[in-house]
């Protein structure tokens, strides 16, 4: 019943979550490259992805419909490529929860506890189908966001912040990988079963990134050169210093990373 435990055959479990402009397509198109192989997107942000089609290789399904079964189907159409990137996963969730409110008002005389009891089974439907999956996933979620304030250089300037992601709670621990983006592109590892990365500060995660990544899962040595930094520390770990690297649109090549 038991046997030696290897990496061998196991996939990424990846997300990527934070507000508005702050790079989630881009930067998994970009990691899932340096993974390498053939890569697929399941695209629910009204063609986004295909935005960057002048500067990577992928195959894309548009997906129209984002009920739980539609995105299901669509992860086991994607069965035979290497990495799949869902983008995103929150549309999921959002309609989950519209169709729990209808659940609620039409079966369960407005208890919305009750009609948990059907839409908790088509989550974890969800989740099954991603473990299952035979590719490497990249899933971006959403996070709510507000604006704040803050101090820069003597003058008050207004911020977008990324809050929690907008999925189901406790989605955080199907992933070997989370990744925070701020809108400065810079990515907190806040989850990594690698043992390489956690607490680093990521500038602009890039093909190098992917890379470091699937050198963990063949337990090859890692061929950049990601210095172990911690969120206290400055500067970011990698990546070049031009914040316009994930302007909307597709972005202008960059020769420095």
Request: aromatic share 8%; with cysteine; proline share 5%.
């Amino acid at each position: 019943m038991f046997k030696r435990a290897t990496k061998q055959g196991t996939k990424l479990r990846a997300a990527i979550f934070g507000p508005s402009g702050s790079g989630k397509t881009f930067s998994a198109l970009r990691i899932a490259k340096g993974i390498g192989g053939r890569v697929a997107v399941i695209d629910t942000e009204r063609r986004t992805a295909s935005k960057y089609s002048d500067r990577f290789e992928f195959d894309v399904c548009d997906l129209d419909d984002r009920s739980i079964d539609g995105y299901i189907n669509a992860i086991n159409e994607a069965r035979d490529y290497d990495v799949l990137i869902i983008d995103s996963l929150t549309h999921g969730w959002q309609e989950l929860l519209t169709e729990i409110d209808k659940l609620a008002k039409a079966k369960y005389r407005g208890n919305t506890w009750s009609a948990w009891s059907e839409g908790t089974p088509k989550q974890r439907e969800l989740v099954d189908a991603l473990y299952a999956s035979p590719c490497h996933i990249i899933a971006s979620i959403r996070s709510k966001t507000e604006w704040q304030t803050a101090n820069e250089n003597g003058k008050m300037k207004p911020i977008r912040v990324g809050l929690a992601p907008e999925q189901g709670k406790g989605i955080e621990y199907e992933f070997d990988l989370l990744l925070e983006l701020s809108t400065d592109h810079i990515a907190t590892v806040i989850k990594d079963r690698t043992g390489r990365f956690q607490d680093q500060l990521i500038d602009k995660p890039d093909e190098a990134f992917g890379r470091d990544l699937a050198a963990w899962l063949s337990d090859a040595v890692p061929a950049s050169s990601h210095s172990p930094k911690t969120a206290s520390d400055a500067p970011p770990a990698t990546g070049a210093t031009d914040n316009n690297a994930h302007a909307d649109g597709p972005p202008a090549v960059d020769s420095s990373y």
